[in-house]
């Protein structure tokens, strides 16, 4: 047993360990993506995939990811570079750490702009802007936001100077005070959200949306997408877990922690569904409306309820909390790294990236108005951002992760941090082996080359 601990720091406890996790994992993936690519897929068979994924593959994996960070206490980078070095493995892998930095950089240019339009959002409930606005009304207002860089610009700075701050004041400092209030504060507006549903009338339709298995609506894109986002609800494949977890005390169980994480997670997500469809259905408007979903179809439902404008704002701070704390855990991998390979004061590092990705965010918000002539692929910035970072890279970073843990790790190592029954390890060991990168492979394999 090794006693090291970070030089960042350590967790008060493995409840905060679950807890800040947990405000990584919970965030616009599960309240604003999550629900809108479940209303293009169809509802029900997309949600049974996803639930799949994340149990075959989103947990094996986030165990593999809290282990190495653990084992070597340092950042993505090094981790994979001291456990590669232990098991007299190759030292490349620790590329593994560098694409993950890439993507928490390119998944964070986009996410801080969407977390300004939810600030956005905050303050338009909150005035009563809304109220009692039509579906043509909220879709205007929604365009108008997209067609104003400088709005938009004020608030995406706003939200990666929160991000910044938080990140720059360390991990018990920063992120663990946050963690402490914000999530149970996240849980609670959860539940006062469900409960307004319920009164909508319409909670049954809303239900039957999301769990009514109709396979002949499921694709080789729709299995991409449910994989793909288990990957990125669960902020796996790019070295955030395994940021927090280099942070993780040794006495905690990873397998029953990382369990904790995942059932959270998912139940935010189910939960999120089943506060949003109903309120959908109840106003008559259609679950598939894409990413204007929460920002155009749901303002025009509150706007319509009683007490909409209360319930309204609190769901967008609920929105807002939720990203704000899975948008600190994508600066932390890369912060620690600057930190202790460079020898970085935290706050030079955490200033440093937060321009770059401040610059980034530019390009991202200019998608919709004064750079929406540029496109990759056929996608604007924002889009191709958005697919590259959630469906291939960070499959791409879970497979390679998943293959390390099972072929380059010592057995005894994995063993000696997960500390598992032997058949349970056993199944662990050949989901990070086979299980996992082959099904990840296959669906990789089906994008690019679609069946018709
Ligand atoms: N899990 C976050 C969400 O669902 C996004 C994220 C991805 C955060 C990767 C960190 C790392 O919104």
Known sequence: MNNKTSIQGSWASRWI?????????????????????TGENGGGAFVLVYL????????????????????????P????????????GSKSWSIIGLMGMLSGVLIFSFYSVVGGWVLHYIKIMLTGEMLGVTSEQAGAAFGGLLED??????????????????????????????????????????????????????????????????FSALTWNSALIALGHSFFTLSLGMGTIMAYGSYMTKKASIGKTVLTIGALDTLVAL???????????????????????????????????PFGQLFGTLFF???????????????????????????????????????????????????FNFLSDVTFFGK????????????????LGGILISLFAGWVVKDKFAQDELQLSDGIFKLWNISMKFTAPIAVAIVLYFLINPLS
Not at 17 to 37: D, E, M, Q
Not at 197 to 206: K, N, Q, R
């Open 317 to 367: 701070v609920l929105v807002g909390v939720a990203a704000w704390t899975s948008a600190i855990s994508l600066l932390e991998p890369t912060v620690a790294f600057l930190v202790e390979k460079f020898k970085l004061k935290r706050l030079t590092a955490t200033i440093g990236l937060g321009i770059v990705v401040w610059g980034l965010g530019i390009a991202c918000l200019g998608s």
């Open 271 to 305: 939960v999120a569904g089943l506060a949003i469809f109903p309120i959908i259905f109840a106003n008559n408007m259609d679950p598939g409306a894409g990413p204007g979903l929460m920002f155009i179809s749901l303002p025009v439902a509150f706007g319509q309820m």
């Open 149 to 214: 860089p400088t709005t938009l610009l004020l608030w995406h700075t706003l939200f990666s100077i929160m991000t910044v701050v938080v990140v720059a004041a360390g991990v018990n400092k920063g992120i663990e005070t946050v963690t402490r209030i914000m999530m149970p504060a996240l849980f609670v507006l959860l539940l006062i959200l469900l409960g307004y549903a319920m009164t909508t009338g319409s909670f049954g339709d809303g239900w039957n949306f999301m769990f009514h298995f109709d």
């Open 52 to 75: 799949a994924c994340i149990l075959l593959v989103g947990i094996p994996i986030m165990m593999a990811e809290v282990f190495i960070g653990r084992r070597a206490r340092k950042n």
């Open 380 to 395: 604007n910035t924002f889009d191709f951002l958005d697919y590259i970072t959630a469906n291939i890279m960070l499959p």
């Open 17 to 37: 360990f679950i807890l800040a996790a947990t405000g990584s994992a919970v965030g616009l993936g599960n309240i604003w993506k999550f629900p809108y690519i």
């Open 77 to 88: 980078i090094n981790a994979l570079t001291d456990l590669a070095d232990e098991s007299a």
